[in-house]
């Protein structure tokens, strides 16, 4: 007695493993986005880059956030997908200054030094402040559009 071979395992693993990833990727609803953040070519040291999404269907998530890191790059996650408005919150640290410095007066006459290890240049340069303008999502100016996978969008403000 001989079986005959089912044909359904294989359609249906064709379906698995082809068509149902290329539907799902076709209707994501989120993106991921990444980049850069400067302001007049001077990278940010930190802060928060807001994503406001203007066409977003209710009850879903209309936000995402991303921290800037002391490179001036940024990644955010689960931004939701088609015309974005953006907006940057400064870290409150920058606006308070550079750090003080780490031997006291009192150390530095007995002769002690700080730490005798080269200093990360990203954070000792300068801070460079975010421009009031670009914090709020209606004057800053800066919009995407988003689609599902990864955007790259670097943030170039002006200081003027």
């Known amino acids: 007695m001989t079986r005959s ?35 007049d070519g001077r990278p940010v040291r930190g802060g928060i880059v807001t994503f406001l999404g203007a066409d977003v269907e209710p009850g879903t998530q209309n936000s995402a956030t991303g921290t800037i890191q002391p490179d001036g790059t940024y990644e955010a996650n689960k931004v939701p997908v088609g015309p974005i408005k953006v907006s940057l919150m400064p870290d409150p640290a920058i606006r308070m200054g550079p750090p ?19 200093a990360d240049p990203a954070t000792t340069a300068a801070p460079v402040p975010i421009p009031p303008k670009y914090t709020k999502f209606d004057t800053s100016g800066l919009t995407l559009t988003v689609h599902g996978g990864t955007n790259p969008f670097d943030i170039d403000m002006t200081s003027k």
Do not use: H, I, Q, W
Not at 14 to 32: D, E, F, H, I, N
Not at 100 to 118: F, M, Q, T, W
């Open 100 to 118: 003080k410095d780490p031997v006291s007066p009192r150390d530095r006459e007995r002769g002690l030094a700080p730490n005798s290890k080269a």
């Open 5 to 39: 071979k089912p044909r359904a395992l294989p359609v249906f693993v064709y379906l698995l493993v082809v068509v149902l990833p290329a539907a799902v990727a076709g209707c994501a609803k989120t993106g991921t986005v990444a980049g850069k953040v400067s302001v």
